[in-house]
């Protein structure tokens, strides 16, 4: 039985359906700060990830035997007030791995390409290798890494990772990602036909379609554990794009789109920071990491379904 948090977040929203579907609507609890705008299907619970007795109560309750912690704050808002999102985004950390070592739980929460810095080899990063990111949000998730780390090593806790990269999708809008601009320029394109990208061309950065995210996270999560040398946390990425890449792939289908640039300085130099690439081999090998969906074969399914939930 799985306790989610962050449950109405950009992964969170869609890691419910998948979930249930794996291994049905009762036994996947969702949580969040606030209420479901349209209903949720299965059970919900109200939580502030910082609350952590409500959290342990919520978890108790429910029997949960599993927690994937999906409530933080992402780069952008993170860098526009970074002492609350070290309170949020570490203190909700902190609260779901005390409360999956008191209630013997496996453990799950996400990092990403943002625990890498301007001093990582921005080239096929490597699983092992220099984090010593510039924005706060690359600060939680490097301490976040080590934290979980320390959780499994000290106590016992079976806590997994990856670091994903840019995560493209179109039930839940991002809220204040840097790597948005992936998102958006869909949505415009078939609103609008044109994107002004707050991106500059030629910023290479790792991303992934989301049923690949979601399909990632359960193979991880039920790999064999003696087969696992990493844990906190796995790289992983479907493909590698600049923003004129993508705008080429859309002009597949939408052949008038047009692409223009107005580079948003604070975003432009979150993503100058991170890799452009990085490499996936170590989940590959120790848990069979793979994906199903390169830039077009994405392209093509976020346009269609766009049109249907846009009424285009
Ligand atoms: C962000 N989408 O842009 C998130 C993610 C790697 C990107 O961390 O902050």
Request: hydrophobic residues 40%; contains cysteine; aromatic residues 10%.
């Given at each position: 039985?799985?306790?989610v948090t962050g449950a109405l977040g950009q992964i969170g929203s869609e890691l419910i359906a998948k979930l249930q579907k794996e291994?049905?609507?009762n036994n996947v609890l969702s949580t969040d700060i606030r209420q479901p705008q349209s209903s949720v299907s299965g059970p919900f619970e109200i939580l502030d990830v910082t609350d952590g007795k409500k959290m342990h109560e919520i978890a108790k309750d429910f029997g949960a035997?599993?927690?994937m912690h999906m409530a933080a704050l992402l780069s952008a808002t993170a860098e526009k007030q970074p002492l609350f999102a070290w309170n949020l985004n570490m203190g909700g950390l902190v609260n779901a791995l005390e409360v999956a070592r008191e209630l013997n739980m496996q453990f799950f929460t996400p990092s990403s390409i943002g625990a890498f810095g301007p001093s990582t080899?921005?080239?096929n990063t490597p699983q092992d290798t220099l984090q010593r990111p510039t924005t706060m949000y690359g600060v939680n998730k490097v301490a976040g890494e080590l934290l979980c780390d320390y959780y499994y090593t000290r106590f016992g806790v079976d806590t997994r990772g990856v670091r994903f990269p840019g995560l493209i999708s179109y039930v839940a809008q991002p809220g204040g990602g840097t790597t948005d601009y992936a998102v958006d320029i869909y949505y415009k394109a078939i609103e609008e036909?044109?994107?002004t990208s707050f991106i500059a061309e030629g910023t290479y950065m790792d991303m992934m379609y989301m049923p690949d995210a979601l399909q990632a996270i359960v193979d991880l999560m039920e790999?064999?554990?003696a087969k696992l040398v990493h844990r906190n946390a796995f790289n992983v990425t479907a493909m590698s794009f600049e923003p004129s890449e993508i705008a080429a792939s859309i002009q597949k289908h939408i052949p008038d789109f047009t692409i223009s640039y107005e580079v948003d300085p604070v975003r432009q130099a979150i993503a100058d920071s991170w890799p452009d690439s990085i490499d996936p081999s170590a989940a590959v090998a120790?848990?069979?990491f793979k994906t199903k969906y390169d830039l077009d074969?994405?392209?093509a399914d976020m346009l269609e379904q766009l049109r249907k939930k846009l009424n285009k």
């Amino acid at each position: 039985k799985i306790m989610v948090t962050g449950a109405l977040g950009q992964i969170g929203s869609e890691l419910i359906a998948k979930l249930q579907k794996e291994y049905g609507e009762n036994n996947v609890l969702s949580t969040d700060i606030r209420q479901p705008q349209s209903s949720v299907s299965g059970p919900f619970e109200i939580l502030d990830v910082t609350d952590g007795k409500k959290m342990h109560e919520i978890a108790k309750d429910f029997g949960a035997d599993t927690i994937m912690h999906m409530a933080a704050l992402l780069s952008a808002t993170a860098e526009k007030q970074p002492l609350f999102a070290w309170n949020l985004n570490m203190g909700g950390l902190v609260n779901a791995l005390e409360v999956a070592r008191e209630l013997n739980m496996q453990f799950f929460t996400p990092s990403s390409i943002g625990a890498f810095g301007p001093s990582t080899p921005k080239a096929n990063t490597p699983q092992d290798t220099l984090q010593r990111p510039t924005t706060m949000y690359g600060v939680n998730k490097v301490a976040g890494e080590l934290l979980c780390d320390y959780y499994y090593t000290r106590f016992g806790v079976d806590t997994r990772g990856v670091r994903f990269p840019g995560l493209i999708s179109y039930v839940a809008q991002p809220g204040g990602g840097t790597t948005d601009y992936a998102v958006d320029i869909y949505y415009k394109a078939i609103e609008e036909g044109q994107y002004t990208s707050f991106i500059a061309e030629g910023t290479y950065m790792d991303m992934m379609y989301m049923p690949d995210a979601l399909q990632a996270i359960v193979d991880l999560m039920e790999a064999d554990p003696a087969k696992l040398v990493h844990r906190n946390a796995f790289n992983v990425t479907a493909m590698s794009f600049e923003p004129s890449e993508i705008a080429a792939s859309i002009q597949k289908h939408i052949p008038d789109f047009t692409i223009s640039y107005e580079v948003d300085p604070v975003r432009q130099a979150i993503a100058d920071s991170w890799p452009d690439s990085i490499d996936p081999s170590a989940a590959v090998a120790e848990w069979g990491f793979k994906t199903k969906y390169d830039l077009d074969a994405m392209t093509a399914d976020m346009l269609e379904q766009l049109r249907k939930k846009l009424n285009k």
